[in-house]
């Protein structure tokens, strides 16, 4: 299994752009999940989605920012318009069951908005 | 709020001996606990996990004790090793949703 697969691996735009995310979760995961992390706030968890619907967004930070998962196989996070204050390493991860076996997380996409 | 914290940002630690992260949370409602380690450039890779029924899981090298009653656990190392050198994160919840701490990186010095 080549494990949960984001990109792109890098992205740097300018402020008021829209930047799009991609996620291809590990085939038979029902969960997954889209983290940001900075160094303050460490890992902050954005929104997850158990069987393709999204289950709690309560952490988007605001109505820029948006996710979908269309179906079990793929999940996009998008910024509409970016600011500097997105930059951050954005994670996906999934998973069959949590509680025992945590996430995968894939490589991440490193956010840079000048 | 941060829901879970780790109060050391970092920790070094000579190899052979223990090495002791710790993670604190505040909320009484989570039953389980994870930890994750992570290289730079690399996603967290899960480590161990441990549920609210029990006080101890080990996993070879690696343990996790947990107090519920202080809200803390910890995870320890023995051996450490020079390849364990990594930033470490204690995670908690519920069963599907979990909070992250900040991380503690551990530098083992060969």
């Known amino acids: 299994d080549a494990g949960v697969i984001q990109s792109p691996r890098h992205e740097v735009t300018e402020m008021g752009q829209e930047v799009t995310l991609r996620c291809k979760p590990i085939?038979?995961?029902?969960?997954l999940f889209w983290y940001r992390q900075t160094m303050m706030r460490g890992l902050e968890l954005l929104i997850y989605?158990?069987?393709?619907?999204?289950?709690?967004d309560s952490g988007m930070p605001e109505d820029r920012f948006s996710a979908k998962m269309p179906n079990a196989s793929f999940s996009t996070l998008k910024i509409q318009p970016s600011e500097p204050r997105d930059s951050a390493v954005y994670f996906c991860?999934?998973?069959?069951?949590?509680?025992?076996?945590?996430?995968?997380f894939g490589s991440g996409t490193r956010l840079t908005v000048v | 709020d941060q829901q879970v914290k780790q109060n050391s940002p970092s920790l070094s630690v000579q190899e052979g001996r223990i090495s002791i992260l710790n993670c604190d949370y505040t909320n009484s409602m989570f039953d389980y606990f994870l930890w994750y380690k992570k290289y730079p450039a690399e996603g967290p890779t899960f480590l161990i996990s441990?549920?609210?029924?029990?006080d101890k899981n080990e996993d070879g090298r690696f343990t996790v004790f947990l107090n519920k009653s202080a809200k803390h656990l910890s995870l320890h190392i023995v051996p450490s090793q020079p390849g364990d050198s990594a930033v470490y994160f204690c995670?908690?919840?519920?069963?599907?949703?979990?909070?992250f701490g900040t991380g503690t990186s551990l530098t083992v010095i060969p």
């Open positions: 995670a908690a919840g519920t069963g599907n949703q979990f909070y």
């Open positions: 085939s038979g995961h029902d969960y």
């Open positions: 441990i549920s609210s029924i029990k």
């Open positions: 989605f158990n069987n393709n619907v999204p289950i709690d």
């Open positions: 991860a999934s998973s069959l069951f949590p509680a025992a076996y945590g996430y995968t």
